[in-house]
């Protein structure tokens, strides 16, 4: 029996690929190769789990059609190989007992570790301390562009709602950003531009000779210099 590094090493060399959001193009060549995923899943499932996995199906008709569901549900969220390498290695880390079920395996597809991005509640602690310790510091960055988007979008609202309310906002900018994450379509926030050096709107400035202004000023200066000197 193969050791549970003997797996992870198997896994690593048949799934592991650069950690991108990029796809395969749209239509058959996108197809093919989300099918491929499927397939390199349930390859690594039966050698993890063995008559386990046999046990799981009925038939080959059986797998076939799951395989179909599967693919279905790979191509609406835009599973990349990364995500299906993480998936399988929590699968052989945490030692469960029986093949995942599809929401299982997706769940384990979409975590922030899989996908390299900050956990909700990493986000979330790190928008509320943006608006709470750190408000007056004008030079704060964050750590992470995909919390700089979020924050972007709903960050002022932690000082106006409700905890729970803010949460359940929280929630659905970090859903979108997900997607966004995954499809390469998360904005830049780019920093602010310095304020430019510039002269004081006075500097070098010469009055005409006949401003009425400047005359004006002039003569009230002069009656003051008269008066005081008068006292």
């Not at 193009?25 to 063995?50: E, W």
């Not at 395989?67 to 945490?94: H, N, P, S």
């Not at 597809?109 to 990493?122: H, M, Q, R, V, W």
């Not at 905890?163 to 904005?187: D, N």
Request: aromatic content about 8%.
């Amino acid at each position: 029996m193969q050791s549970p590094q003997d797996l992870i090493q198997i896994a690593n060399q048949q799934l592991a690929q650069p950690s991108s959001t990029s796809r395969e193009p749209t239509g058959q060549t996108a197809t093919n190769h989300d099918a491929q995923l499927v397939n390199q899943a349930f390859g690594q499932m039966k050698l993890i789990f063995g008559r386990k996995y046999a046990s799981r199906f009925g038939s080959d008709n059986e797998v076939n059609a799951t395989k179909r569901m599967w693919l279905m549900a790979f191509q609406q969220q835009r599973i990349t190989a990364g995500q299906v390498a993480t998936a399988i290695r929590e699968i052989i880390a945490t030692g469960i007992d029986w093949p995942p079920e599809l929401p299982e395996f997706l769940q384990l597809c979409n975590n922030a570790k899989a996908l390299g991005i900050p956990t909700f509640d990493e986000t979330l602690k790190a928008i509320v301390d943006r608006h709470g310790k750190y408000r007056t510091n004008p030079d704060y960055v964050f750590k992470s562009q995909f919390i700089a988007v979020i924050n972007q979008r709903c960050g002022k609202q932690c000082l106006q709602e409700v905890a729970k309310s803010f949460e359940k906002r929280l929630r659905g900018e970090y859903k979108k950003a997900v997607f966004e994450h995954k499809t390469g379509t998360l904005p830049t926030i780019l920093p602010a531009l310095p304020v430019p050096d510039m002269p004081h709107a006075s500097k070098g400035y010469q009055a005409k000779t006949n401003d009425p202004l400047i005359n004006r000023l002039n003569a009230i200066r002069k009656a003051r210099r008269d008066r005081n000197h008068d006292e």
